[in-house]
């Protein structure tokens, strides 16, 4: 008896040792600060030619208006001409998913380069794709929108493409990384004023019961528009209004966690798998915005005031990277200051690879894979 109590005390002890040792190490990873980069690779480009990019897979999708390539490694692994006047894009996972405006037509690349064209019976507005390479698409004609889900074959997954029809004009929609569940912001008018409301669907067994595969309505926002929805995980979704944000739990069924009134105006949203960053104009007259940043259980965790002179700001694990046309920040959720750098070559894209110390750095002239030391 003394024995076994022995060792349940020895237990404990070691399980609190390794708590206390992980939560030591997350939050050292966590607030690291770095002082140089290495370069690992580099591809020179004809800075002549204009291009996005995106994060893809693990390096970055190169896109013009006659093609778009994937390089990784400071290689080109695979490059695929077309033309495109007016394209919609959408990337998760080792996916893409791009059609033209209003065409008839979405071509699917996976990370091999291999392309699949998949056929749309409507207009072509907007495009979505999830890391098993399912596609959804927002078609319309002359009288109604419609939906189209397909597998990465090209496959009918759910049929009865009128389902958005008398529901309003839907403004935005998010698939699940999974592909089995979508959320869509419509708009439409009641007693003559513009309303919003957010429908969740499932394409799994989950709603084969349930009328045109919707599992789930909110329509609260009678006093704001939401033009923007989003699932940041494959569980977790979020509405973006004009004066308010609403955080759902979509496991099967959707969920409301959390609605956040907001008082100040929105100027950009960004997010990852754990967090949603806010910018708004501030009432500092030193700074022009105020970035708030809150987790998933709608909880402000971070607020600063930042100034104007940035391009972009995107989530690098626990991290926040801020950068401008030459320099950037790394900044910490704990308001660390982790790194800042000039760039000689300058920056015409910074994009985060893995965790909060790899990122592809891209200027004029070339495409660097570099790591924070």
């Known amino acids: 008896m003394k024995n076994r109590k022995a060792i349940y005390i020895l237990l404990a002890c070691v399980l609190v040792v390794g708590l206390v040792g992980l939560f030591a190490y997350n939050k050292y990873n966590r607030d ?8 690992l690779h580099t591809k020179e480009i004809d800075k002549s030619v204009e291009c996005k990019y995106y994060k893809y897979a693990s390096g970055v ?7 778009m390539s994937y390089v990784k490694n400071g290689k080109e692994v695979w490059n695929n001409a077309f033309e495109m006047k007016n394209p919609v894009l959408d990337i998760c996972g080792s996916y893409v998913a791009i059609g033209n405006f209003k065409s008839n037509k979405i071509h699917l690349y996976d ?3 291999d392309a699949q064209t998949i056929s749309t019976e409507y207009s072509l507005i907007n495009v979505e794709v999830s890391e098993q390479g399912i596609v959804a698409a927002v078609l319309e004609d002359e009288e109604a929108n419609y939906f ?3 597998d990465k074959d090209g496959n009918a997954l759910v049929t009865g493409r009128t389902v958005l029809k008398g529901n309003g004009y839907p403004m935005d929609f998010s698939l699940s990384h999974d592909g089995t569940k979508m959320i869509v912001s419509y708009i439409y008018v009641s007693g003559g004023v513009s309303q919003s409301k957010v429908l969740f669907y499932n394409f799994s067994e989950i709603g084969q019961n349930s009328t045109d595969r919707m599992v789930g309505g909110f329509n609260q926002y009678t006093s704001t ?5 989003e699932f940041v995980n494959n569980d977790m979704a979020v509405a ?6 609403t955080i759902y739990k979509v496991k099967e069924i959707p969920s409301l966690v959390k609605e956040i009134k907001l008082e100040e105006r929105i100027k950009s949203i960004f997010y990852s798998e754990k967090y949603i960053g806010l910018v708004f104009e501030s009432d500092d007259s030193q700074k022009a915005y105020k970035l708030k940043v809150y987790n998933l259980s709608g909880e402000n965790i971070y607020t600063t005031e930042i100034d104007d002179n940035y391009t972009d700001l995107q989530f690098a694990g626990d991290s926040i990277l801020k950068y401008s046309d030459t320099a950037c920040q790394l900044i910490s959720i704990n308001d660390v200051l982790k790194f800042e750098h000039i760039f000689e070559s300058g920056v015409s894209k910074m994009i985060p690879i893995k965790g909060n110390s790899r990122f ?3 200027s004029s002239n070339k495409i660097e894979d570099i790591e924070l030391k």
Do not use: W
């Open 111 to 113: 990370e091999s380069g």
């Open 360 to 362: 592809v750095l891209v």
């Open 32 to 39: 690291k600060k770095y002082s140089y980069y290495d370069v």
């Open 225 to 229: 528009i939401v033009p923007e929805v």
């Open 61 to 67: 999708l190169c896109y013009t208006d006659d093609g």
């Open 240 to 245: 973006i209004g004009d004066n308010m944000f």
């Open 148 to 150: 189209q889900v397909t």
